[in-house]
């Protein structure tokens, strides 16, 4: 007979439980030994984890602070430009309107220089013809000098973005004032 058929039930019962007692013994060391590193591992996880939650609770305020300082500062800025471009605009605006009185300025100087030129052109019709030379150099002097006086009274209009009644070389000239 076998050495396992010669033991009582109970006999076998306390072998079968010793066995299975051995290899749970067995199986827990195996599992302490495994988890051995991996505990060490998450306890240096965790102290990780304390000194970055540390350093977030240290840093974050100046940073949020620093963050709201910025959008104010952007907020600002917005403000500005937008405040700049109005001003832009209107520079433009009077600038255009600057353009359009040089430009009726120019057009009554145009005008006064042809009533002049006619009415210099009418006086010397009505004049008896002595010589024509006397006449072309009289017409081309008083031209000249209307010439001259349209021409001044365009640069101070220029220059100074005004437009006035002044005696330039004995005639009046009329001029625009702002």
């Known amino acids: 007979m076998s050495p ?11 072998f079968l439980l010793a066995f299975i007692a051995c290899t749970m013994s067995v199986a827990f060391t195996s599992l302490v030994i495994t988890a051995v590193p ?12 304390s000194r970055l939650a ?3 609770g240290e840093e974050l305020p100046s ?3 620093a963050i709201r300082l910025s959008s104010l500062e952007i907020s600002d800025l917005t403000l500005e430009l937008s405040e700049l471009s109005q001003e832009v605009s209107d520079g433009i605006t009077k600038s255009a309107q600057a ?7 120019i057009r009554q100087i145009g005008s006064l220089a042809r009533e002049r030129t006619i ?3 009418q006086e010397r019709a009505d004049l008896p013809i002595i010589s024509p030379q006397p006449v072309v150099s009289g017409a081309a002097k008083m031209t000249s000098q209307a010439v001259v006086r349209v021409t001044k009274t365009f640069v101070n209009l220029i ?7 002044e005696d330039v070389d004995g005639g009046s000239v009329d001029r625009l004032e702002s």
């Open 38 to 49: 991996t505990l060490h591992a998450m306890g240096r996880a965790a102290t990780a984890f």
């Open 159 to 165: 220059s100074r973005g005004e437009f006035s009644t």
């Open 4 to 14: 396992v058929s010669k033991l009582s039930f109970d006999d076998q019962a306390f």
């Open 63 to 65: 940073t949020m602070a």
């Open 119 to 121: 009415s210099i052109i």
């Open 99 to 105: 353009v359009k009185a040089a430009e009726a300025g």
């Open 54 to 56: 540390d350093t977030a």
